[in-house]
């Protein structure tokens, strides 16, 4: 049965404009709607949250935030958002509608890529998410199904907005399970600290899943992937698909480390690499079909040059809005057309044939051929896949190949485990004559450094300390200390001692000196509170504004912070503000008025009341005479007497 007779806003027209077709797809926050425009006569997707979660603010919030965001990014591989809006409990975009599937539909259909398939679809993601990372906020959340692939070939980015924290991705469902495969180890360990790098490291993951079909971590439950992610590195693709040019394994690589620092800093600078990486291979490296691959019929040009190849079984028969841009990426008509025949000379143009040119060509066919004798004789051979080996299985690699192993040096790496390759001199893939050496760096493995003993150094020296070895100064948190000067360390996490890797980030604890009771100096005058606050220890600040107040004008009305509050650290400053003088309202005339009505219109006005009745006054009610006449003006907050009679 079709679920889509079962959604009641099928049929539907949203805000008086959009009419809702058929439904797309359901999301944890929304349902994607493919909806018609009845105003601008185009189509559209319509997304709307669930009406469970529009009456929670902040996930309207949310929501409206992708909106804002994606309407900065005029990018043509960016899903626009034309519109957002609320018609009763539904909350809703109005986007662009792509016709075609989703890359994690190709995956599941194609299984891994060829290498020019799958540049040709991280380019314009990277482009996409560049734009947003110069724009100045992050994606969060790239994965392949928000990475949309039109029936055209265009390659667009979706989803842009929506910040997730970790804490909401530990069920155990599948869509779950595919979130925390993309989430870079810092969004694990400090969700609220993720920069760009987090997109970087996620399309790092996405590559390496487009080269083998297969993403590098997995487990039985999210927790398991997570662990993963935070110690292990992703493995180089070749691994898994053996014949893939280490360039492809660099790229990776450099997406995926583990530490930040060593990533690209953003989509922009790792587009940059992509592209070099590209221009490195050669047509048949770029054109390899893995051994994961579901699909092996390529030798078309169709599939030679497009996107990705037409024949997938997901079809969206919705045509795309005609009058959208041609695509900026569009590999195909680039590569598809022949590059055009050299001129032909005329034979009126052409020199004389004459012996010479007949020696020449003898003498050039004589050289090629043995040329080629050459080549084929075995004297050259091909320097095989090295990185991540160990240095055994790389000499065997080696030997087998009929190479030596040449001169070998050893780095520290954050990426590779310890022993095994990092580079080879020549590179990998490289021709070489037989018998020739090949040079190799092993890694170290992370370089580690002791965390110093920094207990008494002021800040900016602790600081500079922990950069010059390596380490990176981390959160600063402050504490009362009556033993260590205030503004100097008094211990750190990792302790004293304790070995960690270069770069980590070290937490600094620093005393705020000892704790200092903040002094009552409200009605002094400024130079006697002065000089009360300065000997607690205290600094002192006049505020530039005055208020009204009970107090004399010219004395302190109010001190920020108040006496008796939480106490301050020593050389922590006290704002003083100081009096106005009070607020003088006018009095109200109560003579002849009952009581209850006199004291309703004095207390109303901000006055207190205070009843003078004598001895004649004991069984009276009316006001006979108060102490302020009416019309008059007195301080706000003082007291009128009122004589009864």
Request: glycine letters at 8%.
């Amino acid at each position: 049965m079709d679920t889509t007779l079962q959604d009641p806003l099928v049929g539907q027209v949203l805000d008086g404009r959009y009419r809702v077709d058929a439904r797309i797809a359901v999301g944890g926050m929304a349902t994607v709607y493919r909806a018609v425009d009845t105003r601008l006569d185009r189509v559209l997707a319509l997304k709307v949250m669930h009406p469970a979660l529009a009456v929670d603010g902040v996930f309207v919030e949310r929501f409206i935030r992708e909106a804002k965001s994606v309407a900065r990014l005029a990018h043509p591989n960016v899903v626009q958002v034309f519109d957002q809006g609320t018609d009763g409990s539904y909350v809703y975009l109005a986007m662009e509608y792509v016709a075609g599937c989703t890359l994690r539909d190709v995956l599941r259909e194609r299984g891994a890529l060829q290498p020019r398939a799958a540049l040709d679809i991280l380019e314009p993601v990277l482009a996409a998410l560049g734009a947003a990372h110069r724009a100045g906020f992050v994606h969060r959340d790239m994965k392949p199904e928000n990475v949309l692939i039109g029936d055209d070939g265009r390659v667009k980015v979706a989803d842009f907005g929506l910040v997730r924290s970790v804490d909401t991705v530990t069920s155990t469902t599948g869509a779950v399970l595919g979130t925390v495969s993309y989430l870079a180890p810092e969004q694990i360990e400090e969700p609220g600290a993720a920069d760009a790098r987090v997109d970087v490291y996620a399309c790092g993951v996405v590559l390496y899943e487009m080269l083998t079909g297969e993403k590098p971590h997995d487990g039985d439950s999210p927790a398991v992937v997570l662990y993963k992610h935070l110690h292990e590195d992703v493995p180089p693709p070749s691994v898994i698909a053996p014949g893939l040019a280490y360039e492809l394994d660099e790229l990776v690589a450099s997406a995926t480390a583990r530490t930040p620092d060593l990533r690209p800093y953003d989509a922009v600078a790792l587009l940059a690499q992509a592209r070099q990486t590209r221009a490195a291979l050669s047509e048949d490296q770029l054109d390899a079909v893995p051994p994961q691959a579901l699909t092996t019929e390529h030798g078309n040009a169709d599939d030679r040059t497009s996107v990705i190849p037409r024949a997938l079984t997901i079809q969206r028969p919705l045509p795309v809005n005609e009058d959208e841009p041609e695509a900026v990426f569009n590999r195909t008509s680039r590569l598809e057309a022949p590059p055009p025949p050299p001129p032909r000379r005329s034979r009126a143009a052409r020199a004389p044939r004459g012996p010479l040119i007949i020696v020449a060509a003898v003498l050039l066919a004589l050289g090629l051929g043995v040329g080629i004798w050459y080549i084929n004789s075995g004297q050259f051979t091909e320097v095989p896949p090295l990185m991540s080996k160990t240095e055994a299985q790389a000499k065997d690699r080696l030997e087998e190949a009929g190479l030596e192993v040449g001169k070998v040096e050893r780095e520290y790496s954050d990426t590779f485990d310890r022993g095994t390759v990092i580079s080879s001199d020549p590179k990998s893939g490289a021709r070489i004559r037989h018998n020739d050496s090949v040079g190799l760096v092993l890694s170290l493995g992370p370089k580690t450094v002791k965390v110093p003993d920094l207990q008494g150094y002021p800040l900016d020296k602790a600081r500079s300390e922990l950069k010059e070895i390596g380490l990176e100064p981390g959160v600063v948190n402050r504490e009362f200390n009556d033993d260590v000067t205030r503004g100097s360390v008094i211990a750190s996490v990792p302790g004293t001692g304790t070995k960690v890797r270069s770069g980590s980030a070290v937490e600094l604890t620093v005393s705020k000196g000892s704790p200092v009771d903040v002094p009552d100096v409200t009605g002094d005058s400024p130079a006697d509170a002065r000089a009360e606050l300065e000997e607690a220890g205290l600094k002192v600040k006049i505020a530039p504004t005055r208020v009204n107040s009970e107090f004399d004008a010219g004395q302190v009305a109010q001190q920020t912070p108040a006496a008796g509050g939480k106490p301050a650290a020593e050389g922590d400053t006290v704002t003083l503000t100081l009096s106005k003088g009070p607020e003088m309202i006018e009095v109200p005339d109560v003579v002849g008025d009952s009581v209850d009505d006199a004291k309703a219109a004095l207390e109303g006005a901000g006055f207190e009341v205070d009843e003078d009745r004598g001895l004649l006054g004991l069984f009276g009610d009316t006001v006979k005479k108060q102490s302020v006449k009416g019309g008059k003006t007195a301080p706000k907050g003082s007291t009128i007497t009122i004589t009864i009679r």
